[in-house]
């Protein structure tokens, strides 16, 4: 199988709950942040994104909720599904200048039947 | 969102050869990147790459060892050459689109070195 997500956090949840993964980010220069998801034996995939002006931005079964007093972003998922298992990356970058992402360590969530 | 294809989506490679890794997008961006993501981590970027000029890398990145070429604004090569064991990882190329430049990433490569 895939190596990749094997020493990462890991958060288990049972389907149909809700799912809550968090980040702390470290660039106060950060403005534009997103969430991924990986499969196993995927690349990263896009889930949502949020700028600095907001604090909130919900997508379908999802939502990212952003602080940036603390520098810290959550992604909550509704109602987990098997599908949802994956590793979730969140990513930061400033708008301008460079455009560098800098990418968390992610977070493995397994969801239980 | 932008649709990346990656070739060989994974390879066995001995120690001290090279592997070339092919990224193709399916429309054409100026910014392209490629990145390292060991077993167990996150991504790291290796290099930026636009076309038309040599590509930036990244501290503890280098060209010798990570060689890349952009011949046009819809692909982009990385090789990575005298393999060791510790290269054994999965590479993803990756390009931005929209609003906010939003970063779409292809498949990945597994390679792994033996």
């Known amino acids: 199988g895939e190596s990749v997500g094997l020493h990462l956090p890991t958060l288990s949840v049972q389907e149909g709950d809700n799912s809550i993964i968090n980040c702390a980010y470290s660039?106060?220069?950060?403005?534009?942040f997103i969430w991924y998801k990986q499969e196993s034996g995927k690349g990263p995939q896009f889930i949502i994104d949020i700028r600095s002006n907001m604090d909130k931005r919900q997508g379908q079964r999802v939502t990212v909720l952003l602080n940036k007093t603390v520098k810290h972003l959550s992604l909550q998922i509704a109602a987990t599904q098997p599908g949802d298992s994956a590793v979730y990356f969140c990513?930061?970058?400033?708008?301008?200048?460079?455009?560098?992402?800098?990418f968390g360590t992610g977070t493995r969530l397994k969801v239980l039947a | 969102s932008a649709v990346i294809s990656q070739k060989p989506s994974r390879d066995i490679c001995q120690r001290g050869t090279s592997l070339t890794i092919q990224c193709q997008v399916d429309?054409?961006?100026?910014?392209m990147f490629w990145y390292r993501q060991q077993p167990g981590q996150s991504l790291t970027l290796i290099a930026t790459?636009?076309?038309?000029?040599?590509?930036?890398?990244e501290s503890g990145f280098v060209i010798d060892k990570f060689p890349i070429s952009r011949p046009n604004l819809t692909f982009s090569t990385l090789t990575v050459s005298n393999l060791s064991p510790e290269d054994s990882s999965i590479y993803l190329c990756s390009s931005r689109r929209g609003r906010y430049n939003e970063q779409f990433f292809g498949p990945g490569t597994r390679l792994t070195v033996l």
């Open positions: 990513a930061e970058t400033p708008t301008s200048g460079t455009y560098k992402y800098i």
């Open positions: 429309s054409q961006v100026t910014m």
């Open positions: 790459a636009n076309q038309g000029s040599e590509a930036t890398y």
């Open positions: 660039n106060s220069a950060s403005d534009y």
